[in-house]
C-alpha cells in the first residue's frame, strides 16, 4: 500500500534560514511526488511536482528514490512561507490508478 | 464561475443525523476526492472517483457514502454522524488518465461539528 510520511509535524526557523521539510514514501512502482502548500484561511495548492523538477517560490523538492524521500529545500526562508506543507503521492499504475495520498503535514512557523 | 465549491462552508449536526457535503466542479475533471483533515493526521482519503459511476474506497471510508451520478458532483453522506466525525472535510478534483502530473484542485473546505 502507498503511504507518505511526514516525520515533523511541527518546524520553526528563523527568517534567512535554511529549511528542510522532510518527506518519505513506500510505493512499489515509480512515484509522483507532489508538494501541495496551505496559507492561513487558503485552499490548498500545489507547490511543485518532482517530474517538473522546477523551483517555486525558492523551493526544490529531490525525489531519492534509494532512500524514498522527497524533502522540501529552500535555502533562506521568508515569513510569507509560514504555512502547513503537504506531500503527496499519486498511485501510477494498477487497480487504484490516480489515487492521491497526503502524509500528516507539516506546520513551518518562520519567525522573524 | 469555474471551479470547485463545497457546501455548505459550515455545518453543525447532531450525533445519529445524517448529513450531506455536496462537491461540485466545472472542469470535468475525471478525478474527484474527499479528505478529511485532522490535528496530527494531516489529510486523509475518505473515498475518491475516477469517473462517473466509479468510486473507490480511501483510508477511512468507514461511516461515509458517495456516489457520483453526475461527472460534475461527488456528495459525501455520513449516514449516522458521530463525534468522531467532527472535522474539516475537502474535496479536491483533477484531470484523469493520461495527465497523471496533473495536479489537484480544492475545495475551500466544509467544517462540520457534529455535537
Known amino acids: 500500500a502507498q503511504r507518505v510520511t511526514q516525520p515533523e509535524k511541527l518546524l520553526s526557523v528563523f527568517k534567512g534560514a535554511p529549511v528542510e521539510l522532510k518527506c518519505n514514501y513506500s510505493?512499489?512502482?515509480?512515484?509522483?511526488l507532489f508538494w501541495y502548500v496551505q496559507y492561513s484561511r487558503q485552499r490548498l495548492q500545489l507547490l511543485l511536482r518532482?517530474?517538473s523538477r522546477e523551483s517555486i517560490k525558492g523551493f526544490t523538492a529531490d525525489l531519492n528514490k534509494g532512500e524514498t524521500s522527497f524533502h522540501l529545500k529552500k535555502p533562506f526562508a521568508q515569513e510569507e512561507d509560514s504555512a502547513m506543507y503537504y506531500c503527496?503521492?499519486?498511485?501510477?499504475?494498477?487497480?487504484?490508478?490516480?489515487?492521491?495520498?497526503f502524509g500528516q503535514g507539516t506546520i513551518l512557523t518562520v519567525h522573524p | 464561475d469555474a471551479g470547485i465549491t463545497q457546501s455548505p462552508r459550515y455545518k453543525i449536526t447532531e450525533t445519529g443525523r445524517q448529513v450531506t457535503l455536496m462537491c461540485h466542479q466545472t472542469?470535468?475533471?475525471?478525478?474527484m476526492f474527499w479528505y478529511r483533515q485532522d490535528l496530527g493526521h494531516g489529510l486523509r482519503l475518505i473515498y475518491y472517483?475516477?469517473?462517473?459511476?466509479?468510486?473507490d474506497k480511501g483510508e477511512v471510508p468507514d461511516g461515509y457514502v458517495v456516489s457520483r451520478s453526475k461527472t460534475e458532483n461527488f456528495p459525501l453522506t455520513l449516514e449516522s454522524a458521530t463525534r468522531s466525525q467532527t472535522s474539516v472535510y475537502f474535496c479536491?478534483?483533477?484531470?484523469?488518465?493520461?495527465?497523471?502530473?496533473?495536479?489537484?484542485?480544492f475545495g475551500q473546505g466544509t467544517r462540520l461539528t457534529v455535537v
Open positions: 518532482h517530474i
Open positions: 479536491a478534483s483533477r484531470r484523469g488518465r493520461g495527465s497523471v502530473w496533473s495536479e489537484a484542485f
Open positions: 472517483s475516477a469517473a462517473a459511476d466509479i468510486t
Open positions: 510505493y512499489s512502482g515509480s512515484p509522483e
Open positions: 472542469w470535468s475533471h475525471s478525478y
Open positions: 503527496a503521492l499519486i498511485n501510477a499504475g494498477g487497480t487504484s490508478y490516480g489515487k492521491l495520498t
